[in-house]
């Protein structure tokens, strides 16, 4: 079949099999050397119509390639991870959008955050690793969690994320669920003015950033904001879901289907950051509200741990541990465990009824 035959009994466009040749997900069984035309045969079809349909779920192409590369059950079992993902993330657009459309509408939020009067139950743990310096900082209360990891050598990326912790440590307060976002938006400007202010009256460090997740509670709500390549986790339903994207340039070639999953930890640029709050420029960070349950467990963490421990070790210890303290700490030794390259730190949190939970956390830092 020539390519425009194929193209119309598959219902992909003539763009999109070329696309897909290039990525090695649709290739043809024979190209004319002297032409250039592109024959395809007739079984392959269905995986081209496999493709379409996945693409309609609007699955990235890296993905794509992992399931149609896979035996069949395998395949169903990639798919349905990749939707449970999807509906996790779905569930915290519709609470955003349902929390504003309230919001907007003028209800009074009060009475919600008197209903779920939650509290949480949290532990850090940070290790140097083999650096020479701690450039990690992290914040843990009663009301915020934050997790910063610097970037910059010399003292700049430990100067970068100690700034930033102390922008948002004055959020670990009542905080109405109303203003969460801004206040977390307006904290994050702050941190950002204060590492110009550091980098404009020392010029050693030019150049200097860090990375940055927190959490900020109110009542049942929490807001989350995520620049650069630490990340948040959460454990519902004994499901592990990581409720961050990483800023990176691997994670934006996976997610173009330029590089496979398995070539992430070998690619050169795995290291480059494409966003964090950096002291000579501006990026955006990403801004969630979410709606936490008694039960709920998050991870916050820098990238020394996921960059050195598989996803599935992480998740066995978040499924498996039950105390906060150990579980952070479990996992901080099996970064070292595995040669600890880099700078370590955990935060584990378990979000608990607060009038099951009758302890009052102090504030912990590192």
Known sequence: MTSGEFARASRLSRK??????????????????????????????????????????????????????????????????????????TSARRELAAFLIGYLSGRDTAMNEAQGALTIRYAVHSEIGQRDDNEDSAYAGARLLAVAD???????????????????????????????????????????????????????????????TALLWSGSQLGLVHIGDSRAYLVRNGEVFQITQDHTMVQSL??????????????????????????????????????????????????????????????QVLRSVSDPDEAAADLVALAIAAGGPDNVTCIVADVVAAEAYAGTPAAAST
């Open 150 to 212: 610097g970037m910059g050598g010399h003292n700049g990326g430990e100067v970068a994320s100690a700034a930033v912790i102390d922008a948002l440590r004055p959020l670990d307060t009542q905080v109405p669920a109303g203003e969460l976002l801004d206040a977390l938006d307006h904290a994050v400007r702050r941190a950002s003015s204060r590492l110009r202010d550091l980098a404009t009256s020392d010029p050693a460090l030019h150049g200097m950033g860090t990375t940055l």
């Open 254 to 315: 996976l997610d173009d289907g330029k590089i496979t999953a398995d070539e992430v930890s070998s690619h050169p640029q795995r290291f480059l950051l494409l966003r964090a709050l950096v002291a000579d420029r501006d990026y955006e960070p990403d801004l969630q509200l979410r709606e936490a349950q008694p039960g709920d467990r998050y991870l916050l963490c820098s990238d020394g741990l996921h960059e050195t421990v598989d996803a599935e070790s992480i998740g």
């Open 16 to 89: 999109a099999l070329r696309l897909y040749d290039e990525l090695a997900l649709l290739s043809p069984v024979q190209v004319d050397p002297v032409t250039g035309y592109r024959l395809y045969a007739p079984a392959q079809l269905e995986q081209a119509r496999l493709v379409a349909w996945l693409r309609r779920l609007g699955m990235p192409l890296a993905r794509i390639r992992s399931v149609c590369t896979r035996p069949g059950p395998e395949a169903a079992a990639e798919l349905a991870a990749y939707w449970d993902q999807i509906e996790a993330e």
